[in-house]
């Protein structure tokens, strides 16, 4: 079964694959519908079997969702979903065939196996990372990152939480983002203001003030940082860092970051997570 990745439409694309799966070709085939095309890169490079075939309405998490769900309806057990974990995975959300990355996306799942050091020591500029001096600073810049990240990250589970009807999508970082040296600062409040001033279909009252106390509430709870930080959010604030004197290159496209990140994954690091055990249990169930 080849990718029909490029057929125009959802609806065309849901029946090519209704067509394909019936082939008695691919009646030994599992297919694995994930968001995108990068993410079909992905799992390719790290393919499991040639058994599994991997393929995207390219449309995102919802559609993904009901493309495994029809496609199952239609008789097709051995069809199955990857997404991004978002806040699911944290509200025990789920869906019958889907499974989550471990981390709150795909992105969030790369930097938790390791490959931002790599990154780090590629690009950062060579007397902030010789000899001694490697480790601690790529802690430093890592947890830098990471900690704003969960800041903004905050909101959004807020958001999430309380179907808030805050709108993300767009967000100007510079608006309340600085970078100091090593550090990634957030101006919470900038931040909030911001979110508020470009959301006029916001389904919450609450104002900025109380908008922040409710994220200072959410991070006494101590959720695990890789469950609230958003990739997007986290590859912005890095190149932001790397757009400054800490860099040996300047300008970086995001991505060309994420495509690095993807690049240096390791397959040790993927076989350590649950979302490869998932998918090698496949392999005995079909």
Known sequence: ???LRDAIGEEDWMSAMLMAMRNGMNSDRILVVVEGITDISFFNTH???DRILYDS???GKSEVIRAVSKLRSAGNDAVYGVCDADFDRLSDVSHEGIYFTDAHDLEMMLVEGGVVDKFIMHFAQRRLTNGALAVPFCHRIKQSVLLASYRLGLLKWFNYLNRAGLNFKGMRYPDFISVNETDVIVDEMAYISHVIARSPGRQTPLGSAD?????RRLDLTTPDCYTICNGHDFVYLLKMLFDTPVSVRNSM???EIDSYMRMSYDRHSFSATRLHSSLSSLLTRH
């Open 1 to 3: 079964m080849s990718s």
């Open 47 to 49: 393919r499991l079997d």
């Open 57 to 59: 309405p390219e449309s």
């Open 211 to 215: 908008l922040l106390n409710e994220m």
């Open 253 to 255: 496209r995001l991505d």
